[in-house]
């Protein structure tokens, strides 16, 4: 069965970092894409971050000096170097992936980040 699995969130203070891991298992991670999304509070999910599987990048550009995408197809993992946090970064963070053949979506249940004092 198909699984997405995020660790590594927590509590941090402003100017602070996390990373953020996001491990796969049940299909073809490698030939999927890989993307982190979050929804904070009374806000809409937003995409936070992307990998393609042949490793383009895209960020959300409140985001794109701060943080950083990688994959490691031999562990099946994606992960979220976040740096330099703001309370405004607090939000529900999920794991995507994605194939365009036949469409299909697959989402962890999120991990929490709060940036606070």
């Known amino acids: 069965q198909v699984q997405l699995v995020e660790s590594g969130g927590g509590l941090v203070h402003p100017g602070g970092s996390l990373r953020l891991s996001c491990a796969a298992s049940g299909f073809t991670f490698s030939t999927h894409d890989m993307s982190w999304y979050r929804q904070a509070p009374g806000k809409e999910r937003e995409l936070v971050a992307r990998?393609?599987?042949?490793?383009?990048?895209n960020y959300l550009d409140s985001v794109k000096d701060r943080f950083t995408i990688s994959r490691d197809n031999t562990k099946n993992t994606v992960y979220l170097q976040m740096n330099s946090l703001k309370p405004e970064d607090t939000a529900v963070y999920y794991c995507n992936g994605y194939n365009r053949n036949p469409g299909m979506d697959y989402w962890g249940k999120g991990t929490l980040v709060t940036v606070s004092e």
């Open positions: 990998i393609t599987w042949f490793l383009r990048t």
